[in-house]
């Protein structure tokens, strides 16, 4: 027999909440504070203070869930949406020369009708590739040609659906040197200027970025991007914007955020912050919980205070489809939702993480 919400609550003798599930039975669970913010959306906010939009990652697999794209296309609440793996070169170039859009397009199209802002991600990325482009020992003429066709045709296509493209996904070190990937090890540093070039010949409109982690705060990295930037910018290069990533940890946000962020400002472009979610150690705690509210609030009153930080997307908004657990071995809960786990009692909670986000986004104070 099919044990359905209510079944499963009478089995446990447990109260049906309002939504139809069973209330926690598990103490710690219960001790897990939600948010009590009572706000429109969190885009509404963002743009009523002067953003062009709160976003979300999203992802294909996840899209026959369907009590997550209830909440993933309520426009007062996602404004603007990110593919988190379909417009990747392993997706959109799986053989040479041979373009694949279809899984892409569920996502361009999902924004379309939703009137939502899409950020391209992403063009070139030492990671996520296919094979093809590093075992075939490609020459500079040769990969100098193969980035610029891919750049060229991705961009090309989406042309006019796109607000902005991550055509460079990751290109330092953390200590502020190049990433020593098939790009730079076959074409020094000009694979950045090629694919830009490539990117703004196929659309001129949509905003050229160059996304990163570790940037979000003064150091060595941030610095040797600001470099970077400056040194396309001296040589003409088209670039438009900065992604600053922001994959936290709970307790451990950066304090220079903002002063950062104005450096970037200093350099005439905008900027953006691209991927954000606070991770914790498992198991949460109530505690967690409330540092995290503080933390998603730094974070957001940042870009609140810097004109030029023109959005904030989360790396997806509920724990049941973050990448944290899968790539950070006992670290979670890193979203402002909580997941939709029925043993977990959790049902796409908004977390004490949410209000963090929604006071920093109507100017307040925590
Ligand atoms: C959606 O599809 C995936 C497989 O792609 C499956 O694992 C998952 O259970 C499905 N989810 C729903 C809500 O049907
Ligand atoms: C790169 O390889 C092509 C063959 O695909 C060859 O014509 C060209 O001369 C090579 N370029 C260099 C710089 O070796
Ligand atoms: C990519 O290469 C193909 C095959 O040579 C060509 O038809 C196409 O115009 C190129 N596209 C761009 C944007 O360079
Ligand atoms: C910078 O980091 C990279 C990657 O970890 C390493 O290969 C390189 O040697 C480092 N360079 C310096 C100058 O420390």
Redesign the pocket.
Known sequence: MTLTPALLAFAACLPVLANGLPQAASSASTALPTSTAVVPGLNDLAISAGKRYFGSATDNPELNDTTYTSILENYAMFGQITPGNSMKWYATEPEPGVFTFTAGNVIADLAKSNGMVLRGHNCVWYEELPDWVTANNY????LAAIVANHTGTLVGYYAGQMYAWDVINEPLNDNGTMREDVFYDTLGDSYISIALKAARAADPNVKLYINDYNIEYVGTKSTAMQNLIKQLQADDVPIDGVGLESHFIVGEVPTTIVENMQAFAALGLEFAITELDIRMELPATADLYEQQKTDYYTVVSACMQVEQCVGITVWDWTDKYSWVPSTFPGYGDACPWDSNDMLAHQNYERKPAFDGIAIALQGQSI
């Open positions: 020459n500079a003429t040769e």
